[in-house]
């Protein structure tokens, strides 16, 4: 992705996503989202999911992880609010 993307809705680590998601799941869509009613507020309507995945990330230090992420996604708006959940 190539610049700094981490970081949920108040402040968390930033980091870079170094290449590819890979093991995209589907956790959660639509009224199973705790946070519908906030992401529809503040980036629009749409067919909201919760998804998580692996990928290589680098931290705003530099060092480069394993990690799987968790983010928010929806039709016409995109990937948002990205954040760590976990390093490998």
Do not use: P
Not at 3 to 18: A, N, S
Not at 62 to 78: D, P
């Amino acid at each position: 992705m190539g610049e700094f993307v981490g970081g949920c809705h108040h402040g968390c680590v930033d980091f870079e996503i170094i290449g590819e998601i890979v093991g995209i799941e589907t956790i959660a869509a639509g009224a199973g989202i705790r946070n519908l009613r906030r992401l529809r507020k503040r980036y629009g309507r749409g067919r909201w999911r919760k998804c998580k995945g692996f990928a290589k990330i680098r931290l705003r230090k530099g060092q480069v992880e394993l990690a799987e992420i968790h983010w928010y996604e929806a039709s016409g708006i995109g990937k948002r609010e990205f954040k760590i959940k976990r390093i490998l």
